[in-house]
């Protein structure tokens, strides 16, 4: 049971590249987020997704784009990566329930030049 | 709405001595709240969580917390500091209106243990 786990763990870009993060969750959760964390910010959620074949916004979408073909995975896009982007970017997902617990996978750090 | 605020942003105690990280929180509803700790390069990793039974509720590592309805709060605490514990430590608030994306997190604290 290896929990959430994300792919790669580190990856340096050209401003204008694009790339795409793996997120794998194998505890058969609902919901999965995809969340940044940048000094002093805290953590803000940029898409998330309620089940298989859906997705939705968060708080910061712009210039990302997320799909949930499978269950188990969430995959998060940059299409033409920005310096603004560099950031530490974090899944996570829980099963269905105010009350559920959210498990975090161990982070992508991204650097964008 | 929901909304947490960690009152400190960084807190240094002396290896030994006791732990205190301050939570409030609003929600219009009957909320879950959780601790979560962050080492450093890490993901974010569950300490404990309330969920409406006990009022004081024990997690890992030895830190506990309680939540208080009349001051909206829900105070991380440890009786005595381990190095092992410097870390970044979010509050987080979830209710039954927030929906699937309804979890609110504070900003954070940074906590700080002196040798």
């Known amino acids: 049971n290896a929990g959430v786990t994300q792919t790669p763990k580190f990856r340096v870009l050209k401003t204008g590249q694009s790339m795409t993060l793996l997120c794998a969750q194998d505890m058969n959760h609902e919901y999965m987020y995809w969340y940044r964390q940048d000094p002093g910010m805290g953590l803000r959620l940029i898409h998330y997704s309620v089940g298989e074949g859906t997705t939705a916004k968060g708080e910061v979408p712009d210039g990302y784009n997320v799909s949930r073909l499978k269950k188990q995975n969430f995959l998060l896009g940059l299409e033409s990566a920005a310096p603004s982007q560099t950031s530490v970017y974090f899944c996570a997902s829980r099963q269905q329930g105010w009350m559920e617990t959210q498990y975090f996978g161990p982070g992508t750090r991204l650097l964008v030049l | 709405a929901q909304s947490v605020t960690q009152l400190d942003s960084h807190v240094s105690v002396s290896e030994g001595t006791p732990v205190l990280l301050r939570c409030n929180y609003s929600s219009s509803y009957s909320p879950s709240l959780f601790w979560y700790v962050q080492h450093p390069n890490k993901g974010l990793q569950l300490l404990l969580k309330?969920?409406?039974?006990?009022?004081l509720v024990k997690g890992i590592n030895g830190f506990e917390a309680e939540f208080k309805k009349s001051e909206t709060s829900f105070h991380l605490t440890k009786p005595s500091a381990h190095m092992s514990d410097a870390a970044e430590y979010f509050c987080v608030v979830s209710d039954r209106g927030g929906g699937a994306d309804g979890l609110t997190f504070g900003k954070g604290t940074h906590l700080i243990i002196q040798p």
């Open positions: 309330y969920t409406s039974a006990a009022t």
